[in-house]
């Protein structure tokens, strides 16, 4: 179930940080805020302030599960924010070891609605722009509390408020029980994304205080962030909660019909053998949590049911919704590598056009041949895995593409990028994997060395890329001295930002595979 598969844990979060209960931080010298629901105080990590593990939005166990985010009960003591919060419930982290070595132990609970903040003053007057970021995982698993998702760099270097969130998941955040609940659970739909309309009111009503500006608020995600992202785009509930979108190898095009949402709800409830929406509700976390693991055929995602998720979101053109937003999209060469089956086994020439057909599902061995062909004369010199992987890679990126092309008939601007920048590590042989970009556009490359190695050129590149992101974040245009023009994307140019070592603007690169993979895909 894409990056992840759900295993039970049980654990709840304790304290993350080793040594740093809530006593080990004077009053006098850590930073106190107030928000709507009480005081927060939080610590200062080398000149930034740093809020973990803000609640905003009350537990989601027992009668809340599967239902709408109720706002946090108020507190009148001040509320040491110190410590990430608990996952959403789901399973032990299985991602690829570069990647794994950058996510904290938190423990799982459904007591899991938590953001944390990150701003380098508390000046009310500052209004600085305000990133908001939404992890990976698909809508299964993942949380906000990555090393890498860490915002305390770009807050200092770019002087941005920056956040992250956790959210219900999986059949916690995406089980559709409208159509199958009665009225009672008539609202009992897309729980885990109307959570992150939840975090992005709190952003509205409280992130002036720690020095951000409530109406210029980004939204970025990759892969399942990526997808959060442009779900949002499509939400009347978000509307004005947001003023720019950035999306990163991931794109969400006509989400799920309500059907297949019922089948999977009835599914899971005749797993478990819950008769009643309501005895799922009290189905024990981790019970829910193994039965979502053993029941084959589940869909979890953003429903379109026609109320809190429309239509589309993408399919069949951009919602109007957000036609005033502006976008930044992208996806790297070698997306494949991050998925823990990947094999890197040499290929003969056989086995390389078996490759093609089954990423392509092609039924024409001429289609196939042919499809060879245009990549081998578009990328002279590479291995036949090169190939192979490139493909695979392709056909991921082709949603992004679409999602790229539709939104560029409106009227708000939207830039286009490719990561080409190849990783060290494991010999080289992961090269510009799902996630590597992260950690560049974070300006986090030093706490990433698993993903991006130690060498030297890392430096330039981060500093290109988080600067760009910044830049969009401040005005909508990413453009900045460090970089060479980066024209708007629309269909018929193409210009896309190429970043590499060398960062370049291409009109529409590698078009020719474009155009032959479109054509076998409908075929």
């Known amino acids: 179930m894409n990056r992840r598969r759900f295993l039970g844990q049980s654990a709840v979060a304790a304290g993350v940080v080793a040594g740093l209960g809530t006593s080990a931080f004077a009053q006098s010298s850590t930073p106190v805020v107030e928000t709507t629901y009480g005081k927060i105080r939080g610590r200062v990590i080398n000149r930034v302030n740093a809020f973990q593990g803000i609640p905003y939005g009350s537990p989601t166990s027992g009668a809340s599960r599967f239902m709408p985010a109720s706002k946090p009960k108020s507190w009148s003591s001040v509320l040491d924010t110190v410590e990430w919060g608990p996952e959403a419930p789901q399973g032990p982290h299985t991602e690829i070891p570069e990647v794994a070595e950058t996510i904290p132990k938190t423990g799982i609970s459904e007591d899991c609605l938590r953001l944390n903040v990150w701003t380098a003053s508390l000046d009310r007057n500052a209004r600085r722009p305000v990133m908001v970021w939404l992890h990976g995982g698909g809508f299964t698993s993942g949380s906000g509390s990555y090393t890498i998702y860490n915002g305390a760099n770009m807050a200092r270097q770019h002087d941005l408020v920056m956040l992250s969130i956790n959210h219900r998941l999986n059949s916690f955040g995406f089980l559709y029980l409208a159509e199958i609940g009665g009225s009672q659970f008539a609202n009992a739909s897309n729980a885990g994304i109307l959570d992150v309309v939840t975090a992005l009111e709190w952003v509205r009503d409280n992130i002036a205080n720690f020095g951000g500006d409530p109406n210029n608020v980004t939204i970025m995600g990759q892969s399942g962030g990526a997808g959060k992202v442009s779900t949002l785009m499509a939400m009347p509930a978000a509307k004005g909660l947001f003023h720019r979108a950035i999306v990163q190898s991931g794109a969400n095009l006509a989400g799920i019909a309500k059907a297949d949402a019922t089948r999977t709800a009835e599914m899971l409830m005749s797993n478990v053998g819950a008769k009643t929406v309501q005895e799922l509700q009290n189905v024990p976390m981790d019970s829910l949590i193994q039965a979502t693991l053993n029941t084959q055929g589940l869909t979890f995602g953003p429903v379109v049911d026609g109320k809190t998720l429309p239509g589309g979101p993408f399919d069949p053109s951009a919602p109007a919704l957000s036609a005033d937003i502006p976008v930044l999209i992208g ?193």
């Open 331 to 523: 996806t790297t060469e070698y997306e494949i590598t991050f998925f823990p089956n990947t094999k890197y086994d040499p290929l003969d020439d056989a086995a390389l056009r078996a490759s093609f057909k089954t990423t392509t599902r092609a039924v024409n061995d001429a289609d196939v041949e042919s499809l060879v062909g245009v990549y081998k004369r578009g990328r002279p010199g590479l291995t036949n895995l090169d190939y192979s992987l490139i493909l695979a890679s392709d056909n991921f990126r082709g949603r992004v593409i679409t999602e790229a092309e539709r939104k560029a008939v409106q009227k708000a601007p939207v830039y286009l990028y490719y990561f080409t920048w190849q990783s060290p590590v494991r010999e080289g042989k992961l090269k510009s994997f799902h996630t590597i970009e992260i950690p560049f556009v974070l300006a986090n490359v030093d706490e990433a060395k698993s993903m991006t190695g130690t060498g030297q050129n890392r430096y330039a590149l981060q500093d290109r890329m988080s600067t760009a992101w910044a830049a969009f974040a401040r005005s909508g245009n990413p453009n900045h001295k460090g970089l060479p023009n980066w024209p708007t994307f629309d269909s018929k140019t193409r210009a896309t930002m190429i970043f590499d070592n060398t960062c370049k603007v291409v009109n529409d690169p590698y078009g020719a595979e474009r155009l032959a993979l479109g054509s076998i895909r409908r075929a």
